[in-house]
């Protein structure tokens, strides 16, 4: 099994989209995160975990999950960095293959002694780029294999059959 650790506010500040809203709305930002995480872990199959530490959002430790990606958000006087950490020795075994995103030159240093692989936050926006690329080929690859009808209609029938089918005269 492949994870992928992610300091949540690293790749915010390093990605040009969400650094952008994150001068607008740090929430919206946190958020769109999330969202690009979810679609890569659909496309890859990786369990995806996000980490965001409590320099933003102060309170008590919170973890939820949002479109099968885990959140987690450090309790007060914890880093990003420090529970990512504890988190590559925690979740590493022989099956498991853990990897980082983070740009934190520091970080990434800690992880290798954990046997853990690291992408920078370029790499990983790259990667997700790719991948919607390739999700958005799929798209169009199955919408143009499928067929309007069954049976083969000329244009006009089947305008009108549409016509009909939405109670339009």
Same mark, same amino acid.
């Given at each position: 099994?492949?994870?992928l650790?992610?300091?949540?506010?690293?790749?915010?500040?390093?990605w040009? *989209? +969400?650094? %952008?809203?994150?001068?607008?709305? @740090?929430?919206?930002?946190?958020?769109? +995160?999330?969202?690009?995480?979810?679609?890569? $872990?659909?496309?890859?199959?990786y369990?995806?975990?996000?980490?965001f530490?409590?320099?933003?959002?102060?309170? @008590?430790? =919170? %973890?939820?999950? $949002?479109? =099968?990606?885990?959140?987690?958000?450090?309790?007060?006087n914890?880093?990003?960095d420090?529970?990512?950490?504890?988190?590559?020795?925690q979740?590493?075994?022989?099956?498991? $293959?853990?990897? !980082?995103?983070?740009?934190?030159f520091?970080? %990434?240093?800690?992880?290798?002694?954990?046997?853990? @692989?690291?992408?920078?936050a370029?790499?990983?926006l790259?990667?997700?780029?790719?991948?919607? $690329?390739?999700?958005?080929?799929?798209?169009?690859?199955?919408?143009q294999?499928?067929p309007?009808?069954?049976? *083969?209609?000329?244009?006009? !029938?089947?305008e009108?059959?549409e =016509?009909?089918?939405?109670? =339009? %005269?």
């Amino acid at each position: 099994m492949d994870i992928l650790l992610v300091d949540g506010y690293n790749i915010i500040g390093a990605w040009p *989209e +969400l650094r %952008q809203l994150k001068n607008v709305n @740090l929430s919206h930002a946190r958020d769109r +995160l999330i969202e690009r995480m979810a679609e890569y $872990q659909g496309f890859t199959g990786y369990r995806v975990i996000i980490v965001f530490d409590a320099l933003y959002v102060k309170g @008590l430790e =919170k %973890q939820y999950r $949002q479109h =099968k990606v885990e959140v987690i958000f450090t309790k007060e006087n914890e880093s990003a960095d420090e529970r990512i950490e504890k988190m590559a020795i925690q979740l590493s075994n022989r099956k498991t $293959q853990i990897h !980082v995103a983070t740009s934190d030159f520091t970080e %990434q240093w800690a992880i290798f002694g954990q046997g853990a @692989l690291r992408i920078s936050a370029r790499e990983l926006l790259n990667e997700v780029n790719l991948i919607n $690329q390739q999700i958005e080929r799929n798209v169009r690859n199955t919408h143009q294999d499928k067929p309007f009808s069954r049976i *083969e209609l000329s244009k006009d !029938v089947a305008e009108m059959f549409e =016509k009909l089918r939405r109670g =339009k %005269q």
